[in-house]
């Protein structure tokens, strides 16, 4: 999602109309996505999910 959420533009309607994109703020460490602590996550990720 490119580091995106969405947020209910219409409270009152509860998720059935408007949403709009916005930036969620959150940053992951490059050191967190190389090496192995990214082959620890694609593991467990993929045991999880079934994906590997």
Not at 26 to 34: A, G, K, R, S, V
Request: proline share 4%; net charge negative; hydrophobic share 40%.
């Amino acid at each position: 999602m490119g580091g995106h959420v969405f947020a209910n533009v219409s409270p009152n309607h509860a998720w059935r109309g408007k949403a709009q994109l916005q930036n969620s703020g959150i940053y992951i460490p490059d050191e967190m996505l190389q090496g192995a602590t990214a082959a620890a996550f694609d593991k467990v990720m993929g045991d999880e999910l079934g994906a590997g």
